[in-house]
């Protein structure tokens, strides 16, 4: 049996292309044709188009398992049944992590001894994701299997395959989980924290504090700086990682940066690029926050070795093989973060994007109560328009 695993490939031009690749070195031929002829032509961002991927991927072990071969059936004019819908939406809904550690225990229990008559029976629970994460999955498999349904019956189409492809579409959509919003945060990023705690955490993070988790000056100070560009300006996580030096402006009256989408890009060595997702956008800054910059670029920056060779503000300064290299999304994800966290246990509920939605509030508040000036006549204030997107 192939093992299928999401790899991206890197271009000439720096453009990143997500793949399904079999263990056997091929990419899986009809689900590369549905992400090349209707992913990528439709303008989906790379973290997007590999998420499908992956949900498509744990979809093809459902036919291994149930022994079938969809291409081959819808072929045949036969497509997915009510029965078929719901073993799918089922296979959907593992956690697929959560499954492979608890298997992980059953396994390594199986040599012990165990005395049966003190050993309580329990019922074996099948780990579940969450119902949007369950939304999304069943989402890009029933936009794979249209592609694929239509494609299979190209040479035979008519009005009644036709009709039948929509039907299963239709029932396969409405089998999907209730209640799933636009722009539904996760709990641990859309709950609103006491300002003390984030003021404590940030209080943590400033490379003068004791209780800073690094122990490396260099990224200490760089730590501090990302969260309070995080904090003041409400910048994401990709926007933070994808700024460059040649868009920041830390001398005179204009003291700036600017958020760019910089997908794609022929200077980032890895292939998965954390970028901007809003339009590009010029932020003002404080004379504080330009010499923090100015600082970390000419004091820490400059002197880290195969800093030349990209533009990109924040780089790894551990030595190794990539030092100097645009710092990762994994590495802020997995390192950074987890480490501040892990210095007191009320920083568990404080998530990256917390920052945003903190930031968003706040302006937002500000934005209403120029409006309702402007509403009242006071001389001065104009209608700003309406509140920004977390």
């Known amino acids: ?28 031929f009809h689900i590369t044709l549905w992400t090349t002829t209707k992913l990528r032509s439709n303008g989906k961002q790379l973290n997007t188009i590999s998420n499908k991927l992956e949900h498509v991927k744990w979809f093809l072990q459902w036919q291994v398992e149930n022994q079938r071969d969809l291409y081959s059936e819808f072929q045949q004019g036969k497509f997915l049944d009510t029965d078929d819908i719901q073993s799918i939406k089922s296979h959907l809904a593992i956690d697929i992590r959560q499954l492979k550690v608890s298997t992980s225990r059953k396994n390594s229990s199986r040599n012990k001894v165990i005395n049966l008559a ?10 579940s994701v969450g119902r949007n994460h369950h939304y999304n999955r069943m989402t890009s498999v029933i936009e794979y299997l249209d592609f694929l349904a239509n494609l299979a019956v190209k040479e035979q189409a008519s009005s009644r395959l036709n009709a039948k492809i929509k039907e299963m579409t ?35 993070a400033h490379y003068d504090n004791p209780q800073n988790p690094f122990k490396n000056e260099v990224i200490r100070f760089q730590n501090h700086l990302m969260f309070h560009l995080m904090k003041k300006h409400g910048i994401r996580a990709g ?14 009256s204009g003291k700036s940066f600017w958020v760019r989408r910089t997908h794609d890009d022929v200077h980032y060595p890895k292939k998965k690029q954390r970028v901007a997702k809003t339009k590009e956008r010029k932020l003002m800054i404080s004379d504080s926050t330009a010499e923090l910059l100015d600082k970390y670029i000419l004091q820490y920056r400059k002197p880290t070795p195969n800093t030349k060779k990209h533009p990109y503000l924040f780089v790894a300064h551990r030595k190794g093989d990539t030092q100097g290299q645009p710092l990762s999304g994994s590495t802020f994800d997995n390192t950074i973060v987890p480490a501040m966290k892990s210095v007191d246990e009320k920083f568990s509920d404080i998530h990256p994007h917390y920052f945003r939605h903190d930031w968003n509030e706040g302006y937002s508040q500000k934005i209403d109560a120029n409006n309702e000036l402007a509403a009242a006549g006071v001389e001065g204030f104009e209608y700003q328009g309406n509140r920004m997107s977390v």
């Open 170 to 204: 239709k029932q396969f959509r409405a089998a999907r989980p209730k209640g799933k919003g636009q722009n539904v945060l996760d709990n641990t990023e859309s709950k609103t924290l006491p300002e003390d705690l984030v003021s404590e955490f940030m209080a943590v």
């Open 118 to 127: 003190e050993r309580p029976t329990l019922v074996d629970v099948i780990p």
């Open 1 to 28: 049996m192939i093992d299928y695993s999401v790899d991206t490939l890197v271009f000439g031009n720096g453009e990143r292309y997500p793949i399904l690749m079999g263990s056997d070195d091929m990419p899986h």
């Open 239 to 252: 926007e933070l990682l994808s700024l460059k030096l040649e868009d920041i402006t830390v001398h005179g």
